[in-house]
Each structure stands twice: as C-alpha cells, then as structure tokens.
Nanobody, 122 residues
Framework: QVQLVESGGGLVQAGGSLRLSCAAS????????VGWFRQAPGKERDFVAW????????YYTDSVKGRFHISRDHAQNTVYLQMNSLKAEDTAVYYC???????????????WGRGTQVTVSS
C-alpha cells in the first residue's frame, strides 16, 4: 500500500528554519506532482508549494515565495520543503500529497500524508 509520511516539523523561533520531508513508500511517486499544504487550527487547508515530476517546475503561494524551497530526490523517493525566515503565521500542520496534474487545488490531490506540526514562536 502506498503511503506518504511527513517528518521534520517542530517548534522553532521566528526567523528560524526547518526542513520538512515527505517520504513515499510502497510505490514511486516520481511520476506525480507533489504538493505541500498547510492547515492552521480553525482554518481551511491551504496550498503552499508544488514540484513537478521532473523536479524542474515549481510553484509557490505568494506568502512563502523567497522563503520556502521545494525539491525532490527521485533516488530517495522523497520531496523536501526547506522553510527559512519562518514567521508565526507559518504555524500549521503541514501535509504532502500527490497529484497527476500541476495544481494548487486540494481536490486535485488524491494521496495524502498524515501531516507534521510546525510551530513558530514569535
């Protein structure tokens, strides 16, 4: 059974950095777009970034441009989200997911991980 497992979350001070990992098991996700989303308490799940299957195409929501960087390692079957200059408003549960298209829409992503908590203290 295919699974996505996020890791790397934690508590960090504002201005700090974290690197999230999304590891796939059971099947390669090399043919799929992988996206990162986040959900703060009481809010909807929002798009953060996606990386295309080749790793050459990426797209970010405006609020993280210049601070976050998404990448993928096909050999490790893993996608990373490097988060720098973190702000309190980045606090959320972060999820990775796969899609067969380039999309920022939650509904276009079929396979999801369980999430990892990121807390940024101000």
């Amino acid at each position: 059974q295919v699974q996505l497992v996020e890791s790397g979350g934690g508590l960090v001070q504002a201005g700090g950095s974290l690197r999230l990992s999304c590891a796939a098991s059971g099947r390669t996700v090399g043919d799929y777009t992988v996206g990162w989303f986040r959900q703060a308490p009481g809010k909807e799940r929002d798009f953060v970034a996606w990386v295309g299957w080749k790793g050459e195409l990426t797209y970010y929501t405006d609020s993280v441009k210049g601070r976050f960087h998404i990448s993928r390692d096909h050999a490790q079957n893993t996608v990373y989200l490097q988060m720098n200059s973190l702000k309190a408003e980045d606090t959320a549960v972060y999820y990775c997911a796969t899609s067969d298209r380039f999309s920022i829409g939650v509904a276009d992503y079929a396979l999801w991980g369980r999430g990892t908590q990121v807390t940024v203290s101000s």
